[in-house]
């Protein structure tokens, strides 16, 4: 497994731009100013970009260098961003977000029940009406998948291809 922490304190830019995907939501996203959780933002290449579309981001990200990294170009151009060192396993995030990302970071956990875990706790952090956007390796689509269709009244799939998994809140509970 790659050890982010060196590889942040060896390059600025490990990750490279954001996914096109992504850049098309928020390109065709109408709502300003919204709030956005960022879990596993690394050094920021997804919250630097979504602040610069003028929200709010809150990065949660265990590799501290990435957090310090994002926070430093973020009060160099004076963007909405904030940081926490936190694994995403155990983060209770303080609010709910209109957006919340998972951008390459599944795959890093240990295993489906942790994953699993990961994907309640970052839908329940998403507000009505609010989308949830998740990146990744085809290896895990079924497990995103089948979390999010144990859902349908709550979450409407509104893009499934090979690495993108983006689905917009419905509603508020499962009943
Ligand atoms: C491939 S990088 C992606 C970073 C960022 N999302 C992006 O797309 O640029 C994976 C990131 O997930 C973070 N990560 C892995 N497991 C984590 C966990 N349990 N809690 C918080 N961050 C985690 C790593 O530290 C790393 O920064």
Redesign the pocket.
Known sequence: M?N??K??QNSRN???E??PEIVEFFENYDDECATVL??????????LFIARKGHSVLG????QT?IEQMLEEAESENLAVDGVI????N?EAPDLYNIV?????L???QNDE?RNA?LEKSSNAVCKAGFILI?DTPKHKSLICDYFKSVPKVWKIIKNEKNFFFAHKIALVKS
């Open positions: 790659i982010y922490e590889e942040y490990v990750c490279g954001p996914f960022d879990s596993g933002c690394g050094q920021g290449r997804d919250a949660v990200d265990t590799a990435g936190a694994d995403i396993t983060y990302v998972i951008d390459s970071v795959h890093m956990l942790i990961v990146a």
